[in-house]
């Protein structure tokens, strides 16, 4: 294990047990969140508002520095405009999350349980995911650049 | 419908983990922590040196909520019979499709974009939460 991923791993385990923590790999909890009319429960908006009140200045910190601490630059979106592909999939998301309660997130946390339901969840996520690459035949090579320059 | 209680600490406590999670990935590796992107893309070919950090972020996700079930309990609950299997399978394939064509999801829309001020997380977090209540709204009172 090199040094970055080393990082991604501790990344990984503090976002899983992030989420396990808030209950956010509870559908229910989403689900009632995301139901004004019934018996409304606030804390995703909690858990979104904490993490931003981490994130929003952190980045802000980080993102001061010239290079990342074990990576050669920094990797960030660029694209800055609004089309009808963001549009219709978050739309599409959207109506998902309101369905099954899971977003990508707590959906792999769950794979902790050994359930076959979280499995499946996993599974049909994935499913959906490359069925949208086989449409828009986006994904293999050049999807995701190579890094500059190699890490040790 | 299992009515919840809203848990404020749990809730900040497990948010504040969230965001330093966000922070120490993009610190490190200079990476957003967008769990559909970092998901989709072990789906399909990686240049090499690609996949490795991916690989070890999402099995630490799983080792997390493992961690919590040692000293907690299992996460969940999961659903187990076919009868909510079933379309919960269909939503959670259509968040797969959504989250790849929209280029994120809560957490890389939500937490990484809006901490970079981007229009683009906002619009698209505005637009899946906006879907996500109409979603809810629908199942629950007309279906």
């Known amino acids: ?152 | 419908m299992t009515e919840t209680a809203f848990t404020p600490v749990s809730a900040a406590l497990g948010g504040l983990l969230i965001g330093s999670s966000v922070v120490l990935l993009l610190w490190g590796n200079g990476r957003i922590a967008g769990i559909s992107g970092v998901f989709g893309s072990t789906l399909g070919r990686l240049p090499r040196g690609e996949r490795g950090w991916r690989g070890y972020f999402l099995g630490g996700l799983v080792i997390g909520g493992l961690l919590y079930a040692a000293v907690v309990g299992a996460v969940g609950p999961v659903m187990e019979q076919a009868q909510q299997l079933m379309p919960a399978a269909l939503g959670a394939a259509l968040v797969g499709f959504g989250t790849s064509m929209g280029s994120g999801c809560t957490s890389g829309h939500g937490i990484c974009g809006l901490s970079r001020w981007s229009t683009r997380s906002l619009v698209a977090t505005l637009t899946f939460m906006a879907l996500g209540f109409a979603t809810v709204y629908l199942t629950r009172h007309f279906l």
Request: hydrophobic share 55%.
């Open chain 1, 1 to 152: 294990m090199n040094r970055q991923e080393l990082v991604a791993l501790l990344s990984g385990i503090l976002f899983g047990l992030g989420l396990a923590i808030a209950q956010m790999t509870d559908p229910n909890k989403v689900l009632n969140f995301l139901d004004f009319t019934g018996h409304w429960d606030p804390s995703l908006a909690l858990v979104m508002g904490a993490a931003l009140l981490v994130a929003v200045p952190g980045f802000r910190f980080v993102l001061r520095r010239p290079a990342p601490r074990w990576a050669p630059a920094f990797e960030l979106p660029k694209r800055r405009d609004i089309d009808r592909r963001l549009l219709a999939g978050s739309a599409l998301f959207g109506i998902g999350w309101g369905i099954c309660g899971f977003c990508p997130g707590p959906a792999i946390v769950s794979l902790s349980t050994l359930s076959s339901g979280a499995l499946v969840i996993v599974l049909a996520m994935a499913a959906g995911a490359l069925l949208h690459d086989l449409v828009f035949r986006r994904r293999g090579a050049g999807a995701v650049k190579p890094m500059p320059t190699p890490i040790s």
